[in-house]
């Protein structure tokens, strides 16, 4: 059984500073993807990788998968204020158009 | 585009009543999907299909029924609605890029059985 976890599920931080979001995941996949949400909002996808070291980069956001480790980042540059939202990683279990969802991590960030 | 759209967005259902969630998608995706979402979880998956005719169970699927007649629309049945599906409800779509799936959500309807 595919489960995936992310860290910390609660994130507090200031303005200015960096951090990242850990997503592990227990089985073999080359497909993650990271979503935001905003609260009573959908979901607005951030990243898709699909290789092992892939990196990618959005404004303060970057994400990176280590397929081997079975391991995927976000890195959060210079928080600001409107990155405040619950972050989801998700695996595709690959071929069968299934998602399995970590269980969020709500980044809220302070002026 | 509209993308894909849910309805109803709010919905208050006695315990034992039955409801059907809309979800349609103008984007000709083949792959469309139901997930629900609870406070503290990520997403789990209750039916997907595949195409028009296809459908299949995903991780919850108790308590659901579905069908796509179309590929435009896959509604979501509540045959008797308990206090354990008060949730918020996702439909999305997708497409195959042949190396991804990309995929597109709605809005959400969000469910409340008392």
């Known amino acids: 059984e595919l489960k995936v976890e992310q860290n910390p599920l609660f994130l507090s931080m200031q303005e200015g500073k960096n951090y990242t979001i850990y997503c592990n995941y227990s089985?073999?996949?080359?497909?993650l993807y990271w979503y935001r949400q905003d609260p009573g909002k959908s979901l607005e996808s951030l990243f898709v990788?699909?290789?092992n070291g892939a990196v990618k980069q959005e404004g303060r956001l970057m994400a990176s998968l280590d397929t081997k480790a079975r391991l995927s980042t976000l890195h959060i540059t210079a928080a600001v204020h409107d990155l405040s939202a619950t972050y989801f990683c998700?695996?595709?279990?690959?071929?069968?158009?299934?998602?399995?969802w970590g269980a969020g991590t709500k980044l809220i960030i302070k002026p | 585009n509209a993308g894909v759209t849910q309805t109803p967005k709010f919905q208050v259902l006695k315990t034992g009543q039955s409801m059907t969630l809309q979800c349609a998608q103008d984007?000709?995706?083949?792959?469309m999907s139901w997930y629900r979402q609870d406070p503290g979880m990520g997403l789990r998956l209750i039916h997907y299909?595949?195409?028009?005719?296809?459908?299949d169970q995903g991780e919850v699927p108790n308590g659901y029924n579905v069908s796509r007649s179309t590929t435009e629309d896959f509604p979501l049945r509540l045959l008797s609605a308990a206090p354990s599906q008060t949730s918020v409800y996702f439909c999305?779509?997708?497409?195959?890029?042949?190396?991804?799936?990309?995929?597109?959500f709605g809005s959400g309807t969000r469910l409340t059985v008392v």
């Open positions: 999305a779509s997708s497409y195959s890029t042949g190396s991804y799936y990309g995929y597109t």
């Open positions: 984007m000709n995706h083949e792959y």
């Open positions: 299909s595949v195409g028009a005719g296809i459908t």
């Open positions: 089985t073999t996949s080359d497909r």
């Open positions: 990788l699909l290789s």
């Open positions: 998700a695996v595709d279990l690959g071929g069968n158009y299934q998602l399995i």
